[in-house]
């Protein structure tokens, strides 16, 4: 097996190994440490001896080990005696697939910070080391090594027992679950600073865990909302950049260059999904993103759907930054002075108040009035306010082009 | 996010502090610093010489000229920063007001997000 191979399987394996470790010994916080050493001495010892028969078997072992071993030293700190009873584990090799599902629950414990969510969560479900996901967020491993050490902590504290929620907690804590994959996603897809490359591999991550959560709820509509999105957004991404870095708008993007595999993938599973009972806002997004898949070029591209989409977003699920969106499929439809008046609803919204968005769709429109001198200045005043150094050289760009 | 809060002092003001002042705020930082680094938000912090001791370098024609003292003839000067990982912007303001240089009249702590970094930090 070559290292990519090995490392695609302890990523697999590793929730796995943990859920049973700690469905035998509660103790998240323990297992998890024992779990991440086991991984790490397997990512050393595989590739130069070969992976065993029983890869998590051996997995389950080592942790094992680490984890009685700790509890001995813990208990001996606590000057104990005797602790040796029930705690040697056998490997066994019971197919727990809904472990990942309840792992990434905890690891999205409502009273986690939204950083610490993610590190753990990638940790923990998506089998990366600490230094690997330091690395993807441009962090000291040592700062990640606190939050995630802190976040255990946490977790411990609000006395979480290893299961499901039910009911209304379950879609309340789903929500949770979602929004931390999507963040994942996001990370990877911005790629605003430092190593590009890492954080390509943090968008593939959020794939894979979705698709997980996907196979264990296929009846959510929102999951399969969100991987829809993932997949159709994921498709862009040769488009979406010169080969010198330079962002393309979507209206620019070479769509030949778009992963079709990906876009089919999509917009199978948001058809599958839309017929579903309930709508929710990741089905809407990824209705938006497979309406843009189905143009051909941008001038075919069904803006009364798409406005028609943010209309109903808008609706169950309010939010400046929709309006803002809808604004732009407004005017490609009714023209730029209507979107613009849509956007004049908007200046009084603190949340968007001197955002880059808001005055870079404002410079947009300006532009298609022929306002020239207006499109100038809030392009100007755009890439100063964003703290993307690929978009304030799209930004930069634009405004130069409407002064020239 | 990223962001760095810098500490803008004045020699005159801080000179004019008692000792005991002084050592809080040593206290304080260290306190700071302490609960950063628990709670996975720092990633560095730096404190620099006196402004006096800087050189400022330029290169006119190829050949660089180095004058002593600082670039900027002003009453404050960079002290030190601290380079962070947080939430949000507000989580930020709300971690630079912990600072216990916020607390003293003519010394400045500001905060900007972070636009690129690369180096050490990918350690």
Redesign the interface.
């Given at each position: 097996m070559t290292a990519p191979v090995i490392e695609g399987l302890l990523r697999e394996l590793t929730p796995q190994v943990l859920g049973a470790l700690v469905r035998r010994h509660g103790q998240f916080e323990g297992c998890e440490d024992a779990v991440q050493e086991a991984v790490l001495a397997a990512a050393v010892q595989w590739p130069a001896e070969g992976v065993p028969d029983n890869p998590r078997g051996w997995l389950s072992t080592v942790a094992s080990r680490r984890l009685i071993d700790q509890m001995r030293s813990d208990h001996a700190r606590r000057e104990r005696e005797s602790v040796t009873a029930a705690v040697e584990v056998l490997p066994q090799d019971v197919p727990d697939t809904d472990d990942t599902l309840v792992l990434l629950f905890l690891c999205c414990h409502p009273t986690l910070?939204?950083?610490?969510q993610v590190?753990l969560t990638l940790r923990a479900v998506g089998g990366l080391t600490t230094a690997e996901i330091a690395?993807a967020?441009?962090?000291?491993?040592?700062?990640?090594?606190?939050?995630?050490?802190?976040a255990k902590q946490r977790i411990k504290a609000a006395g979480s027992s290893f299961g499901l929620p039910d009911g209304a907690e379950l879609q309340e804590r789903l929500l949770v679950v979602l929004h931390v994959l999507y963040l994942i996603f996001n990370e990877g897809y911005t790629a605003?600073?430092?190593?590009e490359l890492h954080r390509a591999d943090l968008a593939k991550e959020a794939i894979r865990l979705t698709r997980m959560v996907h196979a264990q709820l296929p009846g959510d509509g929102e999951v399969t909302g969100l991987l829809a999105l993932m997949l159709l957004t994921h498709a862009r991404r040769e488009a979406r950049t010169t080969p010198a870095g330079d962002l393309v708008p979507l209206d620019e993007q070479d769509r030949t260059k778009w992963d079709r595999g990906l876009v089919d993938e999509g917009v199978e599973l948001i058809k599958a999904a839309l017929a579903g009972p309930a709508l929710g806002p990741y089905q809407l997004q990824a209705a938006i993103a497979a309406t843009h898949a189905d143009a051909a070029t941008a001038a075919e591209t069904d803006w009364p759907q798409v406005h028609a989409l943010y209309l109903i977003l808008e609706r169950i699920a309010p939010n400046p930054m929709v309006t803002l969106n809808r604004a732009i499929a407004l005017a490609e439809i009714e023209g730029p002075e209507a979107g613009l008046a849509l956007l004049s609803t908007l200046d009084g919204d603190e949340r968007l108040a001197g955002h880059h968005r808001l005055l870079s769709v404002r410079a947009h429109l300006l532009e298609k009035t022929g306002d020239r001198a207006g499109a100038y200045e809030h392009y100007r005043r755009a890439a100063k306010a964003t703290?993307?150094?690929a978009e304030?050289r799209y930004l930069e760009s634009r405004a130069s082009r409407v002064r020239a | 996010?990223?962001f760095l809060i810098s500490m803008h002092i004045n020699p005159a003001v801080l000179d004019a502090l008692t000792d005991q002042e002084k050592a809080a705020i040593g206290d304080g930082h260290g306190r700071f610093i302490e609960a950063l680094?628990?709670?996975?938000?720092?990633?560095?912090t730096l404190a620099l010489v006196d402004p006096s001791q800087a050189a400022v370098v330029s290169v006119r024609k190829g050949q660089p000229v180095v004058t002593d003292g600082p670039f900027l003839e002003a009453k404050e000067y960079l002290g030190g920063f601290y380079l962070i990982?947080?939430?949000s912007k507000e989580r930020a303001i709300e971690l630079a007001a912990q600072i216990p240089d916020t607390a003293i009249e003519g010394l400045g702590v500001e905060v900007r997000?972070?636009?690129?970094?690369?180096g050490?930090?990918?350690?």
């Open positions: 910070t939204a950083a610490s590190a690395r967020f441009l962090v000291p491993e040592a700062t990640m090594a606190a939050r995630i050490s802190r605003s600073s430092g190593s703290a993307s150094m304030q | 996010m990223k680094k628990q709670s996975g938000e720092l990633i560095t990982d947080c939430e997000q972070v636009m690129f970094a690369d050490q930090l990918e350690a």
